[in-house]
């Protein structure tokens, strides 16, 4: 029976040993960067597509116990087309960081989202520049009389034992 136990208890530990990766080192290198080349398009119909834009936040930070501990998090931005018909137009999508510094920008020509496709922004769980105020503004352009697109970002972390998640929504500003 001892030994039953016993051997039970080692291969409990072995397995937790053996899962525990110790070797996992984290890279502050970005990841791969997006390339949207293939989806550029020219607008010559500007004037007759209703323009706007969206405001995002996103956080690759939160809080935890106090003010001086935090959790870092990784974010998924989602731009969605919601347009069955017609193709959304995106002209600039901009990162800043909680005190308002630009970190990156995704778009440099407008870019074409087919109907209803989405194109995704990942940003890393180690990639702590934007803080806990990050956020994104995109501005985007539809034919008139089709939807407005969707922003939408998903923040996860699977911090030692615990997991959490939540979502945020864009706003139109414009």
């Known amino acids: 029976m001892k030994s039953t136990v016993l051997n039970s208890l080692l291969l409990l530990f072995s397995m937790l ?14 990841l791969s960067k997006i390339d949207w080349s293939n989806k550029e398009t020219q607008l010559t119909e500007k004037d007759s597509l209703t323009m706007g834009t969206s405001y995002l936040s996103v956080y690759s930070q939160i809080y ?21 018909n017609a193709k959304t137009y995106l002209l600039k999508a901009d990162y800043f960081d909680t005190h ?15 109907e209803l496709e989405t ?51 864009g706003h139109q500003i414009k």
Request: hydrophobic residues 35%; contains cysteine.
């Open 17 to 30: 040993f053996i899962n525990c990766n110790f070797n996992d080192k984290k890279s502050d290198e970005p």
């Open 64 to 84: 935890s116990y106090t003010e001086h501990t935090s959790i870092d998090l990784t974010a998924t931005v989602s731009i969605r087309n919601t347009n069955a």
């Open 100 to 114: 308002g510094n630009k970190i990156h920008s995704y778009v440099n020509r407008p870019i074409a989202l087919s």
């Open 119 to 169: 194109l995704e922004i990942v940003i890393a769980e180690f990639d702590k520049k934007g803080g806990t105020g990050a956020n994104f503004i995109f501005e985007w352009a539809v034919a008139p009389e089709s939807t407005k697109p969707i922003f939408e970002a998903v923040m996860i972390s699977t911090y030692g034992q615990q997991g959490l998640s939540f979502t945020t929504q």
